[in-house]
């Protein structure tokens, strides 16, 4: 089946971004501290990550549209596909954006930096969707969204991506990524608070842990992350558990 490939932005280099953008660094390390910064520090991403426009008839350099297009073509050819054939209905999906956000967020883990967001996979007659909880531009109305495999891990946005499969029976699989469709039929919209305890509102790993608990009956399988009196589950919470293996690995 041919996949559309989306038109997304062109890839950014974040360390370059983060050190231009007024030590992004400190910023981080403030939010570690007091974590009820984070909705701001958002929002400041919002305002200054946007891409700049470029002067009439400029052009990335040679070197950086040969590096981008052999990204591309190695996702095209050899990831995209492994990824197609390697996962089930109920994976849980990591990832790792190139943008300052990912960034940020890949700092939040404690124990395993490798990735940024998540969402479970459930796969409809021949097309595999990632159904995961995001802010941003990408989700203007900041619902849970439901998005095809390709773009959800497209280089244009992506650096890394894992495969993470729970040790559950074949049928707890298949309804870990029903429940994961459930939520996104219900139109709940992303936790700007990241606060867990309420489920009106959901953000990536809480959206996560919740679909898998529920078909579980069971939220004892993962451990939270406490950062200034604040608690919260971060992406390294649920692939760490032991409830969990990793299935494959790609970084691009």
């Given amino acids: 089946m041919q ?14 971004t983060v050190t231009s953008r007024n030590n992004f660094s400190t910023i981080l390390d403030n939010a570690k501290k007091r974590w009820h910064w984070l909705p701001s520090l958002l929002l400041l991403w919002y305002s200054c990550a946007q891409p700049e426009p470029k002067p009439a008839g ?4 040679a070197s950086v549209q040969q590096h981008q297009t052999s ?11 492994a990824l197609e054939k390697a996962l089930q209905s109920g994976d849980v999906l990591l990832r790792l954006g190139t943008d300052i956000t990912s960034e940020m967020l890949r700092q939040m883990n404690q124990t395993d930096k490798r990735y940024s967001h998540c969402g479970i996979v459930n796969i409809e007659q021949d097309t595999v969707f990632v159904y ?3 802010g941003g531009e990408f989700n203007p109305d900041q619902r849970i969204k ?10 244009s946005e992506n650096k890394a991506a894992a495969i993470v499969r729970t040790g559950t029976t074949a049928t707890q699989q298949l309804q870990i990524g029903q429940q994961a ?11 700007m608070a990241f606060d867990y305890q309420t489920d009106d509102r959901l953000y990536c790993a809480e ?6 608990s529920h078909v ?10 406490r950062i200034n009196n604040k608690t919260f589950v971060a992406v390294d919470n649920l692939s760490a558990s032991p409830l969990m293996r990793f299935i494959q690995q790609f970084s691009y």
């Fill in 71 to 81: 990204r591309l073509q190695q996702y095209d050819t050899v990831i995209f596909p």
């Fill in 207 to 212: 959206m996560v842990s919740k679909a898998i």
């Fill in 3 to 16: 996949k559309k490939k989306p038109i997304r932005h062109s890839e950014k280099n974040i360390f370059a």
């Fill in 132 to 134: 995961h909880a995001i």
């Fill in 216 to 225: 579980l009956q069971d939220s004892s399988w993962f451990q939270f992350t």
């Fill in 146 to 155: 439901r998005e095809p495999l390709y773009s959800f891990c497209h280089p």
């Fill in 58 to 61: 400029s052009s990335l350099p």
């Fill in 181 to 191: 469709k459930s939520l996104w039929a219900q139109g709940i919209p992303f936790d």
